[in-house]
Each structure stands twice: as structure tokens, then as C-alpha cells.
């Protein structure tokens, strides 16, 4: 079945520690997302990416690091320049280009707790 | 930039009324809007979206929503509530490069039997 694959689900890390949280789609979509979401505030958006190798920042890019080497995969890194990363993380994809009206497709998402 | 509110965190229907489920947006020129459910611990699901054309639009499970231009707002309604509706109600606008999207606060809907 095609989707958005999260790993893992449930991530504990220590302070100071970096980690990442893997999401690989089957789409075929050439855009893919990365959302934080908190209690009461939301979806905000970390990075997006419209195609291979390039990406922009989100509303709340500090402390969080991506990369997009394949189309298939777009892996966060949580680093310990967060300062509050406890958080349930969700990744996305859609079709891209100009005046995009497609709907996002998202992953099960990766709950992330800092002992 | 584009942006969506949810004046409500909460709505509590009684099984089989109506529900409403409020949004509004504020967009530069014509908006792509959009509505999502989650469930616990879940990604969020696509139910429908407003690109242009007729002001209703139908979607998944019964849902509806209603684009008013004049008022900024797209609200989301089903004529007879589930218990199983009971979720958490994300509105969401795309910029008109289609970039990116961006949701409101959600608003957390509990039908009671």
C-alpha cells in the first residue's frame, strides 16, 4: 500500500543528545513536510521540501536539521540546540509546483520525550 | 502570510444534532483551504477542501463544509453527529504558490450518546 512510513513511534532521549526521526513515503511525491505538533498550539511547520536536495525553513527551523537526498526520504535531526523537544512529530507529503492545491498526506507520527 | 483561526477549542454535540465546527482564514487573494481530523496518537487524515467553484463542499464521512467569502470562513459541518466523530479538527489554508500549509489550533469535537 502506498503512505508515509514514521520511525519510530516512540523515541526517548537524554538532554544533550541528538536524534533522528526517519520518514519515507511511496507516494511519489516530490514534497514532503515536517510538522510539530503541541498541545493547544497546533501543526507548526519545521522544513518543507518541493524537490531533491533543496529545502526551507519552516516558522521553527532552530534546533532542527534535514536533509533530502532522495526522493523517497526526508529524515529529521533533533539537536541539542532545541531547547524544548519534547514534542509528537509528524511528516507529510503532497505534489508540488506552482499553485499546488493538493492535500497533504501524513505519517502516523514519532512521539519524541527528553528525560 | 496566509493563516487560519479556530476560535473554538472545544465543541460538545449530542449524537445525531448537527455539528459546526468553526474556521476562519486570512489569505492575499484566492484561498486553498482545507480540513483534517486526528485521532489519538494518529497522523492526521485528509476529509475535503475548497479550491474554487461551489461554495459547499462535500468530503469523507458525511462531512461538509461551507466557504464564505464575505466572511473569511469555511466552517465545517455534518448534519447528524457519531459518537465515533469525536476528534480533534484541524482547519488549514495553502499559500497561492502552494508552498506550504499552514493549520489553525484545531478544535476538539466530543459528540456524547
Known amino acids: 500500500d502506498g503512505g508515509i512510513t514514521q520511525s519510530p513511534k516512540y523515541l526517548f532521549r537524554k538532554e544533550g543528545q541528538n536524534v533522528t526521526l526517519s520518514c519515507e513515503q511511496n507516494?511519489?511525491?516530490?514534497?514532503m513536510y515536517w510538522y510539530r505538533q503541541d498541545p493547544g498550539q497546533g501543526l507548526r511547520l519545521i522544513y518543507y521540501?518541493?524537490?531533491?536536495?533543496?529545502?526551507q525553513k519552516g516558522d521553527i527551523a532552530e534546533g532542527y536539521s534535514v536533509s533530502r537526498e532522495k526522493k523517497e526520504s526526508f529524515p529529521l535531526t533533533v539537536t541539542s540546540a532545541q531547547k524544548n523537544p519534547t514534542a509528537f512529530y509528524l511528516c507529510?507529503?503532497?505534489?508540488?509546483?506552482?499553485?499546488?492545491?493538493?492535500?497533504?498526506?501524513f505519517g502516523e507520527g514519532s512521539r519524541l520525550t527528553v528525560l | 502570510a496566509q493563516s487560519v483561526a479556530q476560535p473554538e477549542d472545544q465543541v460538545n454535540v449530542a449524537e445525531g444534532n448537527p455539528l459546526t465546527v468553526k474556521c476562519t482564514y486570512s489569505?492575499?487573494?484566492?484561498?486553498?483551504l482545507f480540513w483534517y481530523v486526528q485521532y489519538p496518537n494518529r497522523g492526521l487524515q485528509f476529509l475535503l477542501k475548497?479550491?474554487?467553484?461551489?461554495?459547499l463542499v462535500k468530503g469523507s464521512y458525511g462531512f461538509e463544509a461551507e466557504f464564505n467569502k464575505s466572511q473569511t470562513s469555511f466552517h465545517l459541518k455534518k448534519p447528524s453527529a457519531l459518537v465515533s466523530d469525536s476528534a480533534l479538527y484541524f482547519c488549514?489554508?495553502?499559500?497561492?504558490?502552494?508552498?506550504?500549509?499552514?493549520f489553525g489550533a484545531g478544535t476538539r469535537l466530543t459528540v456524547k450518546p
Open positions: 507529510a507529503s503532497s505534489i508540488a509546483g506552482t499553485l499546488n492545491t493538493g492535500e497533504l498526506f
Open positions: 507516494l511519489n511525491h516530490d514534497a
Open positions: 521540501s518541493q524537490i531533491v536536495n533543496d529545502f
Open positions: 489569505v492575499s487573494g484566492n484561498p486553498y
Open positions: 475548497y479550491i474554487t467553484g461551489d461554495n
Open positions: 488549514a489554508v495553502r499559500d497561492i504558490w502552494g508552498r506550504d500549509m499552514r
